[in-house]
Structure formats: structure tokens, C-alpha cells
């Protein structure tokens, strides 16, 4: 009778240690090492590193989020983003803070630009060249439409401009521009 | 490049050869309309007054060759290309006019960079050198020339022939298309039967180019006398052993490439892959006719056959157009009824694109210009909901199930349209021919596919811009270090040149040791200081009170005579308080207790006096007079010096202080005011009194309850002050 017991207690212990030291082994061997909502909430949003929900990036806002923070604050993702972010975070959309704008991009009117470099140091992405008494311009392509670069200028020569539509750009029919219809035909 | 597991095997290639035809999924039979324009011989369609060319390629703006007001010849070149693009030439002699944004031939009508050319009608070419015997010149050079002599697919996508011509290696089989299975267009047909022959020799330079193991041209066999003519130039050709002429029944859309392969090889090009990987290229007949024409005759592409058709016009059937000639321009040639037209085709009916500006110019891409009727092609039915019915996905030559797509590109659901492989759908516009809801089905695939793309870019471009962000953060934080370091290391460096320099004595630190020495000097002496910032200021009150005491003392000395006496009562008075003091210790040897407190209030008031005496010595003889005055100018002027000691730190504060000091000294001085008032009431008493006689043992007790009075005053007074 006794000596069950003490088998029963010997086995059960030798089979903790085994899977003790298998729980250990895996804990380290298969570790997450970020917390990974913060990066997929960071991939939802549009990255244009405006800083209009009041964080310095979007991945500041990111974490924010996932601490706890609202998911409508990002005007440049708009609604969808704002869907998104919420339906991750498993919470009710909510109202979108701010004004739901179309894509603009900065442009220099480089005749009045004095090379200052203000505005490069503004730009989060590096989309601004130049240097000092240098004129700037901005690359179009790498340009979030921030307009972080607009307020530091001294000479208000940035503008904001709408998207120019080409052929590689243009929706089907949903952009179609109406064209002078030939009265001759 | 080419993977060899998708590659065509030998025994694939043996079965293909041997004449075996395969189907594919789907397919429709439209009525084919080709008659109205394949029976008339291919004409010139003549010089315009203007060519539009455009030389814009998918938003890309090449180096430009002429500038306005140069003078071109037919076949000069326009740009300088790289990659994707292709040269773009003069079409026609003439005068560069304009260089702007016009209108292009594209479903959107936007506008693209154009070389307008004022034509002079006599179409003077530049000269075209006879080239090398093609099999003498290597591919590579080959596929430069096809690119400068700006070839794209002339089928009707436009793609640039020398891309798929640059990769050579693993070649099996080379198609050339010749299927032309869209209705109406006739294009290829009618080259077919009149260019037989240059089209055999393009063939022949494809295959130099390429070394397939296999080259077939496929053609439908609706075009009887085309492939007639292109059998017997065959047979006549030194090719004719290399090149096989396949048969293929008609059906739409078998002039598709990845359709025509199956037709071929009865193999399917695996979804999002190349035609390529399958070790098959396939060419347009009219591209090939081109790349004759460029390799051998030294000619660039300058003109192409356009299928005008479509009961609107008058006079229908193929016309060789110059790149760049209006739209306006043919129709008024061929005479289009412009009452009866409906709309205007570019393409053929299934897959084509209307325009509405007439203005713009024929391209490359242009193989038909169908004008129809409102008879002939009737506006399209209401469109009605998706009954499930299926037919689409009966008819879809690439397998698909177009009613799930409608769904989810109604829904923008785009990882859905991903899973049924929108990207595979070719536009062939066959489940729209067959739904029985008239939907526009290829519409909505246009419009989702569109969406996908774009919402592909915004992702890469967030993309990019997350990373250029970060890349900025790190750089900017590596600046911060970087600088720090360079600070540091500077430092670390002066010191130790200085070092040198004074024979191993530090200098700076030496110096920091006497200024922090210094320092903590000047923190000793600062209460000092202090003292002595406090004992100014309660100089200068006493001041201000012996001002005001002498001012009052001027009032009396009026009156000389009344000062005398006020001086000898003062005299007497002090005389007098003392022996009232003597008394007062008299009796308080009852209580020697309150005694004993009596005469060190006495004893501290005298020291007062005194201490105050020393501060102004100008106001000794005032002092004198009434040492408790004194006693209580000197109490207010140790209050003030406690109250500055408290605050050494607001030195600058003591030269205007906040309104609660003032308020203080306010009250401090009014207090002041009434006991000299009193006092001075009291001598004023006395002085009458003294006058008359010796003072009385009555008048004594007066003046002793008087000064217990004034005594108890100043003691309330020293009191508030201590408070």
C-alpha cells in the first residue's frame, strides 16, 4: 500500500520536472519579444507622421491606442482607418475628431524660397531637399501631406496641392472628367 | 526568369507540333461584323494639318529631341527613352508647333505631354540606311533597335515589344497572334493578305531574336483568304521549315494571350504569372509587321492599320494612319454621318472604350474606330440585380466565378476579390455579353481593380514613409549622441593641450577650484551682508521718524520760550518717571516677582534707548527726551531687520516690498503718530503746570499714572510688533 504511494508520488513529480523544464525551455526558445498589436495597429495607419492625434508619429499613436487611448483621432486615415483600429481594438467606432480631408501634397514655390532649411527639419520623412541659401523642393513621391513643413516657413511658400490625376493614377469612371463633347459629330 | 517546372517539356512540345488544338473554359460566339470592313484594300488615310503625338508613357516624361519651332522629318525621333519606354518619332514632315498637355486616347481623356506638328504635307522621311542582314547582328542589339524604333504591342495593349524580347534564354515556343477574334476589327486580316510575305520574314527575325524550338502563327478560321495568302508565302519562304501556320476555330476571346496558349498547349498560365515562365512568347501579327519593317527596312514606327467601321460611316475598311492624326480628322475622310452616329468606339465592341473628344489623336494602341448606329448598337438595358444564374461563370474563359466578384466589388471587399482572383479576370467583357441582368459586370472589375491598385501604392507609400520616419529618427537621435561625444571628446582634448601647455597644471580646474572657493565665500559674508542691509534700512527709518519728530519740534519752537520750558518738563519728567520707577520698586517689593519683571523691561528699554541713541546721533537730545519713543522706534526697527533676515533671498524684494509690509508700516507709523500725539499733550500740560509752581504731590501721581500709561502703550505696541 505504501510503497503505490510513494511510486504514484515519484512518478507524478518526475513528470512535473519533465514538463517544468519543457514549459521552461519553450518560454525562452519561443518568445514574442514586442507586443504585437502595437505593430499591427501601426500598420493601419497612414503614416504621414502628422502629429494631428496629438502624438509625434504613428507609432506613439499606436501605442497610445493600445493603451487604452481613443481610436478616432487620426483625420488623414479617415473613416475606414478609424473602423479598422476600432474592430482590432474590439470597441465601438466612434465619431472621427477632425476633418476628413483629401490627399494634398507640399509644394515650394521655389522662386520665393531663401534656403532656410526650416521646413526640412520639419518634414518627418525626408521628403524635403536642399540646403542652406540652397533653394529647397519637395519629392513629391515621399511627400505624406502632413503640413508640418506650411507654418515654420518665413516666406509662406509651401502650398498645399491637390494630387494631380494621370493616366497611372485615374479610377475607372469614378474620376471621369467630362470632356468638350464634339458638337460636329 | 523561367522556372522549369512550368517550362513546356519535349513531349508537350511533340504533341503541339503534331497539330493537336486544346480548348479553353468558356468562350462566346458574338456576331462577328467583319465583312462591313475586310473587303476593301488597306489605303493611305493621308497627311492631317496637325499630329498629336503623345510622348508621355504611364505618367513617365521622357527627354525631349525638338523643341518648339524645329522642323522634323517622318521618322525623326521625339524622345530619348530608358526602360519601359519607347521612342516616340515624327509620323509626317512638318513643324513642331506646340509641346503641351492634350487630350489623350484613353478612357479617362485626360491629358498627356504631346509633340504637336504643323505638317507640310510633303511628308519628306528621313533616309533610311539599309541595315545589316539581320542574322548577322546579335539579339541584344536587335531588341535596342525595336525599342528605338518605338514597337509596342499593336493588339490593342500596348505593351513594349522589347521587354518581352530582352529575356532569350529557354525559349520554346514563339506565337504569333493572329487571332483577332474581336468582332469588327479586321486590321491584322486584311495585312495578313496583303503583307504575307514581310510578315514571314518579321517571323524569321523573332526567331533569330528568340531561338524558339517552335514557332507557330495562330489564326482564326473565319480569315480564309488570309490564311490562304500566308500558307502560300510560306510555302515560298526559306522559313518554311521553322514556322507552322495553326488553324483555330473561332471563338471569343481566343485572340487572348493566355487563352490562345491553352487553345495551343492546353496549358493555363498560372494566376499572377508571365506567359514567359512557361517558356512561350507570344507577338501581334501587326507587331511583327512592324519589327520587319524596323529591322530590315531601317523604319520606324510611324503608321498603323485602323479598322474604321460601323454604320455611321459611309466608306468603311482598314486605313493606314499616321500615329498622331486626329480622330476628327478620319472621320470627316471616311465620312461619318454624324446625325446617325451614337457613339464612338475605340477598340472593338467587347473591349473597347467610347470617347466623347473627337480632338484626340490615333496611337499606337488604336487597331479599330467603330462608329455604330443607334440601330446597330442600341444603349445598353437598365441594369437589373444578380439572379445567380451562372452563365457568366459558364461563359469566363479565365474560370472565374464573375457573380462572386460582382458581389465583392460591390462591397469593396478587396481580400476577397484577391481570394477569387480578380487580377486573373483579361476584360474580355464575355459575362457582361451573356448576363441576362445586363450588368455591367466588367465595369465594376475595372473600377475594384483600380482600388486595388491604389490601395496597393497607398500601402507601399505608408510603407516608405514609416520607414523614411524612423530611418530619420534613428539618424536624428545618432546626431544627438554623435554630437555629444564630439563635445565631450573636445573637451577632454583642451584639457589636456592646456595641460601641456602650463606643465602639467590644470588651469581651468585650478580656476573652477578658486571661483567655487569664492563662492562659497561670498555665501559666508552674505548674512553680513544682510546685517548691513538692515541696519541701512533701519537708519533710514529712524531717520524718517527723527524728520517728522523735528518737524513737530520745529512747531514748538515757535515759541522759544515754550521749547525751553517743554525741554525742562521733559527734564523733570524723565526725572520724574525714574523716581516713580524707584517707587514703583517700592512697592512691588510686595511682589518682587513683577518686580523683577518691571525692571528688566526697564532695564531692556534703556539698553533700546541706547542702541538707538547710536544709530542717530543726531536725535540724542529727542532720545533723551523720551527714551520710550525711542524704545519703540528701535522695536520697530528690530522688527524690520528680523523680517529681512528672514528674507535674504528677496534681497531685490526689500527695496519695494509687497503690500502686506507696507500695509505694516503703515499701521506701525500711524501707531507711532498717536503716541507721540499723546506725549505731546502731556507735555503740553505739564509745561502749564510747571509754570505756575512746583509740581504738586497730586500732579506726581499724575504724571506717574501717565507714564505707567505710555508704558503700557509701548509695551502693547512692542507686543502687536512681536506678533
Not at chain 1, 77 to 94: K, S, T
Not at chain 2, 317 to 345: E, F, K
Amino acid at each position: 500500500m505504501m510503497t503505490s504511494i510513494i511510486i504514484a508520488v515519484l512518478a507524478l513529480a518526475a513528470l512535473a520536472a519533465v514538463f517544468g523544464a519543457l514549459l521552461g525551455y519553450s518560454s525562452i526558445r519561443f518568445k514574442v519579444k514586442a507586443d504585437p498589436i502595437v505593430e499591427e495597429l501601426d500598420a493601419m495607419l497612414p503614416q504621414t507622421q502628422c502629429g494631428q492625434c496629438g502624438y509625434p508619429g504613428c507609432k506613439p499613436y499606436a501605442q497610445a491606442i493600445s493603451e487604452g487611448d481613443d481610436v478616432n483621432k487620426c483625420p488623414p486615415g479617415g473613416d475606414a482607418v478609424m473602423r479598422q483600429l476600432a474592430e482590432r481594438m474590439g470597441i465601438e467606432p466612434q465619431e472621427l475628431e477632425g476633418e476628413e480631408k483629401p490627399k494634398l501634397i507640399a509644394f515650394i514655390r521655389e522662386d520665393e524660397c531663401i534656403g532656410c532649411t526650416k521646413c526640412i527639419q520639419a518634414c518627418p520623412v525626408d521628403a524635403i531637399m536642399g540646403a542652406t541659401r540652397q533653394m529647397h523642393t519637395v519629392i513629391t513621391d515621399e511627400c505624406t501631406g502632413c503640413e508640418l513643413c506650411v507654418a515654420p516657413c518665413p516666406t509662406d511658400c509651401i502650398d498645399m496641392l491637390p494630387i494631380e490625376i494621370t493616366t497611372k493614377n485615374w479610377q475607372w469612371n469614378l474620376q471621369r472628367i467630362p470632356t468638350q463633347i464634339n458638337t460636329e459629330l | 526568369m523561367t522556372n522549369n517546372f512550368n517550362l513546356l517539356s519535349e513531349e508537350q512540345l511533340d504533341s503541339i507540333s503534331s497539330g493537336k488544338l486544346w480548348t479553353f473554359h468558356g468562350g462566346i460566339h458574338p456576331p462577328e461584323n467583319k465583312q462591313q470592313s475586310n473587303q476593301f484594300a488597306i489605303r493611305d488615310a493621308g497627311i492631317p494639318a496637325t499630329l498629336i503625338i503623345p510622348v508621355e508613357h504611364k505618367g513617365h516624361v521622357p527627354a525631349l529631341l525638338v523643341n518648339i519651332g524645329d522642323t522634323v522629318l517622318k521618322g525623326q525621333p521625339l524622345t530619348k527613352v530608358y526602360g519601359a519606354m519607347v521612342v516616340q518619332h515624327a509620323s509626317s514632315s512638318g513643324v513642331v508647333v506646340a509641346i503641351e498637355k492634350r487630350c489623350d486616347l484613353h478612357p479617362s481623356g485626360l491629358s498627356v505631354l504631346s509633340v504637336v506638328i504643323q505638317t507640310d504635307g510633303l511628308d519628306r522621311a528621313v533616309e533610311y540606311i539599309k541595315p545589316q542582314a539581320f542574322n548577322e547582328v546579335a539579339p541584344a542589339i536587335l531588341v535596342e533597335k525595336i525599342q528605338q524604333a518605338g514597337i509596342v504591342g499593336l493588339g490593342g495593349a500596348g505593351f513594349p515589344s522589347h521587354l518581352k524580347l530582352a529575356h532569350n534564354d529557354g525559349i520554346k515556343l514563339l506565337i504569333i497572334n493572329a487571332a483577332e477574334c474581336e468582332p469588327y476589327i479586321t486590321a491584322d486580316d486584311r495585312l495578313i493578305q496583303e503583307q504575307a510575305h514581310e510578315i514571314i520574314e518579321g517571323v524569321a527575325v523573332l526567331n533569330h531574336i528568340l531561338r524558339p524550338e517552335l514557332t507557330i502563327i495562330a489564326i482564326e478560321d473565319n480569315k480564309k483568304e488570309a490564311i490562304n495568302n500566308l500558307q502560300e508565302a510560306l510555302q515560298h519562304s526559306v522559313y518554311k521549315d521553322k514556322i507552322m501556320v495553326r488553324i483555330i476555330p473561332t471563338i471569343y476571346p481566343s485572340g487572348s494571350e493566355k487563352q490562345l496558349i491553352e487553345i495551343l498547349t492546353g496549358k493555363q498560365t498560372p494566376v499572377g504569372k508571365h506567359p514567359i515562365e512557361l517558356g512561350i512568347v507570344m507577338q501581334n501579327i501587326g507587331t511583327v509587321f512592324a519589327i520587319k519593317q524596323a529591322i530590315i527596312d531601317a523604319k520606324p514606327l510611324t503608321s498603323r492599320i485602323v479598322t474604321l467601321t460601323g454604320d455611321s460611316l459611309q466608306k468603311r475598311g482598314n486605313v493606314s494612319v499616321r500615329i498622331g492624326t486626329p480622330i476628327q480628322y478620319l472621320l470627316d475622310r471616311y465620312w461619318v454621318d454624324s446625325i446617325a452616329v451614337n457613339q464612338l468606339i475605340i477598340g472593338g465592341p467587347m473591349m473597347g472604350f467610347t470617347i466623347e473628344n473627337t480632338a484626340v489623336p490615333v496611337t499606337k494602341t488604336c487597331n479599330c474606330i467603330l462608329a455604330p448606329t443607334i440601330k446597330e448598337m442600341p444603349s445598353a438595358p437598365a441594369e437589373m440585380p444578380c439572379i445567380r444564374c451562372s452563365e457568366c461563370a459558364d461563359a469566363c474563359p479565365a474560370n472565374l466565378l464573375p457573380q462572386q466578384l460582382l458581389w465583392y466589388s460591390q462591397s469593396k471587399d478587396h481580400d476577397k476579390l484577391n481570394d477569387y482572383n480578380l487580377s486573373a479576370c483579361i476584360e474580355c467583357g464575355a459575362c457582361a455579353y451573356v448576363c441576362p441582368s445586363h450588368i455591367p459586370l466588367v465595369e465594376y472589375y475595372r473600377v475594384a481593380k483600380a482600388e486595388i491598385n491604389t490601395a496597393k501604392i497607398e500601402a507601399q507609400k505608408a510603407e516608405t514613409a514609416r520607414l523614411r520616419h524612423e530611418n530619420r529618427e534613428a539618424r536624428l537621435e545618432q546626431a544627438k549622441l554623435d554630437r555629444q561625444a564630439k563635445h565631450k571628446a573636445a573637451a577632454a582634448k583642451r584639457q589636456a593641450q592646456m595641460k601641456e601647455k602650463n606643465g602639467g597644471e590644470d588651469l581651468i580646474a585650478a580656476a573652477l577650484a578658486r571661483a567655487k572657493a569664492k563662492k562659497s565665500e561670498e555665501t559666508t559674508e552674505k548674512p553680513a551682508k544682510n546685517d548691513a542691509v538692515a541696519a541701512a534700512i533701519a537708519r533710514a527709518k529712524a531717520k524718517k521718524v527723527a524728520q517728522a519728530e523735528n518737524r513737530e519740534a520745529e512747531t514748538t519752537e515757535v515759541d522759544p520760550k515754550k521749547a525751553a520750558v517743554a525741554a525742562a518738563i521733559a527734564r523733570a519728567k524723565a526725572k520724574k518717571v525714574a523716581q516713580a520707577e524707584n517707587r514703583e520698586t517700592e512697592i512691588a517689593e510686595v511682589d518682587p516677582k513683577k518686580a523683577a519683571v518691571a525692571a528688566a523691561i526697564a532695564r531692556a528699554k534703556a539698553k533700546k534707548a541706547a542702541q538707538a541713541e547710536t544709530h542717530k546721533p543726531t536725535q540724542t537730545e529727542v532720545v533723551d527726551l523720551d527714551p520710550r519713543k525711542a524704545a519703540v522706534a528701535a522695536a520697530i526697527t528690530r522688527a524690520k531687520a528680523k523680517k529681512s533676515e528672514e528674507s535674504p533671498a528677496n534681497e531685490t524684494k526689500q527695496d519695494e516690498p509687497d503690500n502686506s509690509e507696507v500695509i505694516k508700516q503703515r499701521k506701525q507709523r500711524k501707531e507711532q503718530a498717536r503716541l507721540h500725539k499723546l506725549e505731546k499733550a502731556e507735555i503740553v500740560s505739564q509745561t502749564k503746570e510747571a509754570e505756575k509752581t512746583e509740581p504738586t504731590v497730586a500732579e506726581i501721581k499724575k504724571a506717574k499714572i501717565a507714564a505707567a500709561v505710555a508704558r503700557a502703550k509701548a509695551k502693547n505696541s512692542e507686543n502687536e510688533e512681536q506678533q
